[in-house]
């Protein structure tokens, strides 16, 4: 193993640029898991492969190619409100349709030389080791961006996800946050493409908070543990590709089997645990919604006994 590499400014530059995207992706992802939004997820990640692209064709940054672009698809999708859900057929297509737009653009900047073929490719399947310092710059701009809009939609977005009518009845503009939390998963989505790319950001994105999910569902627990599970496998992924002895696996894919793996132990963590103490064991998709039914027993309490 060569340590030395860890001095270099290369460990150093991925070693804060995945802390930053882990925070951000893994704070994000708690609601993205308990509002069942995976495929919003994945459709912002395949809108930024548009926004990354053309924003290398015209010379600008990937990140803030990928932030417009993003932003662009949120409030399309925020405008739809609650018939988004009805509308799975247009948004595909609309999905579709920036893959190939995403795919033009790549072969036109691919056409210039080599080393834009290469960058394309960086794109598609994370460039976490060759971040430059004013990447670095605009990834922490993005996140903090995210993270404290976030902050700001907390209270209202865990209302109007575990309980909607409730929170309408109480004067939550239901619809003005979820259309804000779109905006926040664009930019977490952009920030997300940078450590592991397009095609595994969601790894980061979905893994880290439904393994806390699975943990435990108190928000303030499962938020933290989402986060520290994320810098954990990013940190880890990092390591061990720069240390493996023999050939070394990409960050890219050390970040995804990692995170893979940490859902699936806490799946089965938790399948015992309940099975111990004589509990239904929540399994599959239904493991977001069997939070959100705790939440709301929480909030309204015991019933009442006659």
Known sequence: MNFELLRSDIFLNAMVTGTLVAVVTSLVGYF???RAQAFAAESFLDVCFAGATGGALLGISPVLGMAVFGLGAALGMGGLGERAHERSVEIGMVVSFALG???LFLGIYAHGSAAHANAGVAVLFGSLLSIRPPDIVRIGILGLVAVVALAFLYRPL?????DPEAAR???VPVRLVSSGFLV???LAAAVGSMAVGI??????LIAPAAAAVRVTRRPGRSLLLS???GVGITWVGILISFLWPWHRPPVGFTISALAAAAYFIAAASSRNLYARRGRTVIVGDSAETGQAWSLRSERRGPPTSR
């Open 227 to 229: 986060a520290c599970l």
């Open 184 to 186: 926040v998963l664009a």
């Open 199 to 204: 095609l595994l950001a969601a790894s980061l």
């Open 169 to 171: 009845a109480r004067g």
């Open 101 to 103: 737009l995403g795919v």
């Open 32 to 34: 993205v898991v308990l």
């Open 158 to 162: 865990l209302f109007s996800t575990v």
